[in-house]
């Protein structure tokens, strides 16, 4: 089992995985403010009045680009199901470990390298930023358009601490979110069994969940999406926390679950 948990790691973290971090990080960057983008690409200067924090919540509320790392995020090892299965590798595999534990190793191994690929890339694009511009200017009191952060999750009375720590907790949002969308579709991708359905299956499912929640016109507080994307803030944030590692821990166990119960079906039934 230990040269087989040792495989798996290598599978997962290889160019597919380094991939998935740049096209993470393209996605934010397609999103951003298009004067900032000419900034990151180095062909305009800063004006002193452009801060992280301001374009990071423009490409979290408004953003539809950056979504794709619900797709991206598989590429290391969310998709890999169906051609090990294909291969005819999983019988013998699951007769030495037990399904049980096959299951474990794959959900884990698939969350893990989810939520590695969505912090790789976040980070890529956090830096790629902060190599041209400050997390908050040091004179964005004398700047009205910092003003609404003030409501917003995560950043409290909005001074430069705050807003320091509010991309420190939405990149971390965003990795809890990698974790859990990661570890579904590796539960699901038995039941799929075919890499494009299994890479797209998390985004399609997402856009169905947000098209449902706004047709029954949920609030905020009660949209899952809003929270894994750090949108909403109900309670303190080590509450806020609690609650998404969770849910996180939950949806992890619901696809281990769901995958040991259909691989030992497909297996039974051929």
């Known amino acids: 089992m230990k040269d087989f948990i040792r495989m798996t790691w290598k599978r997962a973290f290889h160019f597919r995985f380094v991939l998935g971090m740049f ?18 690409l180095g062909q ?8 992280i924090v301001l374009y990071l919540e423009y490409v979290l509320i408004y953003g539809t680009n950056y979504k ?20 005819g590798i999983i019988p013998g595999l699951v ?5 049980k534990r096959y299951a474990g190793i794959q959900i884990v191994v698939s969350a893990v390298s989810g939520g590695v690929t969505v912090a790789g890339g976040f980070l890529i694009y956090i830096s790629w930023m902060k190599f041209f511009l ?12 910092y003003d609404w952060l003030e409501d917003m999750a995560y950043y409290g009375n909005l001074t430069a601490e705050d807003a320091r720590m509010a991309v420190v907790y939405l990149g971390l949002i965003l990795v809890l979110s990698g974790l859990t969308w990661s570890a579904l579709t590796m539960g699901v991708s038995a039941c799929l069994n075919h890499t494009y359905l299994v890479m797209l299956f998390p985004y399609f ?45 939950f949806i992890i166990f619901i696809s281990w679950f769901l995958f040991a119960k259909t691989v030992k079906w497909r297996l039974e039934n051929g």
Do not use: H
């Open 205 to 249: 499912l997402s856009r169905m969940y947000m098209e449902g929640a706004k047709a029954l016109r949920l609030p905020d507080a009660l949209r899952i999406d809003r929270w894994f994307t750090g949108l909403v803030q109900p309670f303190p944030v080590p509450v806020c926390f609690g609650v998404l590692i969770v849910f996180c821990f």
């Open 68 to 87: 794709l790392f619900l797709i991206f995020m598989t590429l290391g090892y969310g998709c890999s199901f169906p051609a090990d299965w294909k291969s």
């Open 44 to 51: 305009y200067p800063p004006t002193g009045s452009e801060g």
């Open 23 to 40: 096209l993470i990080c393209l996605a934010f960057f397609l999103d951003t403010e298009v004067s900032v983008r000419y900034i990151m």
């Open 95 to 99: 007769r030495r470990m037990g399904v």
């Open 134 to 145: 400050p997390i908050i200017p040091d004179n964005f009191r004398e700047l009205g358009i």
